[in-house]
């Protein structure tokens, strides 16, 4: 029975936040001059019918053609009856990457060489010169990366989310400046996409992401990376193998994520001319036009579910801005109760759980240590950390929407790394006492011998 009503109440969130979205203006983070660098991605969100939903003829427009319809507003989208009709199933697209587009492609959505973790990441990358902005990059790459056009009428941008700065490991030096923008399916069907190689989509329910009694309730695990590989020079391997005993290594909060890749289309011969291949795609068009209210998992696909039934983790930046969107679904009351508390992992710090957390973006994309110490002495460090965090929940309460003019995102990535920093310095410091302790007793043990 919760699952007839859970849908329904997913949706109504989703309202909420495409709507505070797009009437709330995003912090945006201007470049130094010292690193222009920035980047764009986009968060696609859709509605998936129910199965045996049952959909009216399509009638004759006006305008002559589908394609010279008026496209739904926000409100009128969300008043369709297939969008509010029990089942329904509002849903976000992640990318799994085999291989990341290099070091930042890594960074951008909290994946990388140093890690055996699938890349789970929101389409987007670099803003190339000749862009004409943060949203046009997002929608190039989209197109570049897995074939689909978000300038088609079936899309509409809603927003975008506050910037973010994406930095070295310990936060140190700025890399890139990274705008997320939402988007929105108006269609129920999704048009066929041509992702690049190694590239797979998948469509999860945000029911998954969401905590009870909304949603299933989002599984927490995390994603370990050796210390060494983000603190030490990479080509030093005997001060890689100290980092590694003296630090351990970082436990990154993630969310498990069910896999289910989206079919694509069978695998083209390298062979193959350019007529079978034009031939294939029109076929694939044409199957499109003929039976337009057909969900995508009825096109006859080759589907290819290369990485079997396993289950994907969402961590780092993208957990990060997938929080962000989240929060915005919180309804007012649980805003300003801390209803978004639910968002954070289970072994979050006890001093911030005990602080209504809003903002859970800004507390559950930060690693924990191996060792235990390391986590100690952070925590003693991290007065400015937790100070950032109160504020920006102060903010959030007092006038419904928080300071824009503070980059609280920033400031807890500077408060939190700092205590990181001084931490270990800490650490470092009493195991060298220890050991060197322990090397004079040795020494002096032996000689009394």
Do not use: C
């Not at 002495?377 to 007092?398: L, Q």
């Amino acid at each position: 029975m919760a699952a007839n009503k859970e849908p329904s109440t997913v949706v109504a969130l989703l309202s909420r936040a495409l709507h505070r979205i797009r009437s709330t203006p995003p912090r945006i983070i201007a470049s130094p001059a010292t690193q222009p660098r920035r980047a764009a991605v986009a968060i696609i969100i859709r509605v998936s019918p129910p199965p045996n939903h049952v959909f009216p003829a399509p009638q004759p427009s006006e305008s002559g053609s589908p394609a010279n319809a008026p496209t739904l507003s926000l409100t009128e989208f969300f008043q369709q009856d297939w969008v509010n009709a029990p089942g329904a199933r509002p849903e976000i697209l992640f990318l799994r990457r085999d291989r990341p587009d290099g070091q930042d492609g890594g960074r951008m959505s909290g994946s990388g060489p140093n890690t055996r973790e699938a890349h789970v990441a929101f389409p987007g990358g670099k803003t190339e010169e000749g862009d004409e902005g943060g949203l046009y990059t997002a929608m190039r790459q989209t197109w570049e990366e897995i074939g689909l056009d978000l300038a088609e009428s079936s899309y509409t941008p809603i927003g975008q989310l506050d910037d973010r700065e994406i930095t070295t490991s310990l936060g140190k030096r700025l890399l890139m400046i990274l705008s997320p923008f939402v988007f929105l399916q108006l269609s129920p069907q999704t048009t066929p996409v041509d992702p690049s190689p190694g590239t797979t989509l998948h469509w999860v329910p945000l029911s998954a992401l969401l905590p009870r009694p909304v949603g299933d309730g989002p599984r927490w695990s995390t994603v370990s990376v050796d210390a060494s590989s983000r603190l030490a020079p990479r080509h030093s391997t005997v001060l890689r193998i100290l980092v590694r005993l003296l630090v351990g290594s970082m436990k990154f909060p993630a969310i498990l994520i069910p896999a289910s890749p989206y079919p694509s289309p069978s695998v083209i011969p390298e062979n193959a001319d350019e007529k079978s291949i034009d031939a294939k795609r029109a076929h694939v068009e044409a199957a499109g036009a003929a039976h337009p209210l057909k969900r995508e998992h009825s096109l006859n696909f080759g589907a290819r579910r290369p990485h079997g039934e396993e289950t994907l983790k969402l961590w780092g930046l993208s957990l990060g801005m997938t929080l962000d969107l989240l929060a915005h679904m919180a309804p007012p009351e649980a805003r300003r109760g801390g209803g978004s508390a639910a968002l954070l992992p289970p072994d979050a710090e006890a001093e911030l759980r005990r602080v209504p957390v809003v903002a859970p973006s800004l507390a559950s994309v930060f690693p924990r240590f191996g060792y235990p110490d390391v986590n100690f002495w952070i925590w003693v460090f991290g007065k400015r950390y937790r100070a950032v965090i109160r504020g920006w929940e102060a903010s959030v309460r007092a006038g419904g929407t928080n300071d824009r003019r503070i980059n609280w995102t920033g400031s807890a990535l500077t408060t939190f790394y700092a205590a990181v920093r001084k931490a270990l310095v800490v650490v470092i410091v009493v195991r060298a006492i220890f050991v060197l302790l322990g090397l004079i007793l040795g020494g002096w043990l032996l000689f009394r011998r």
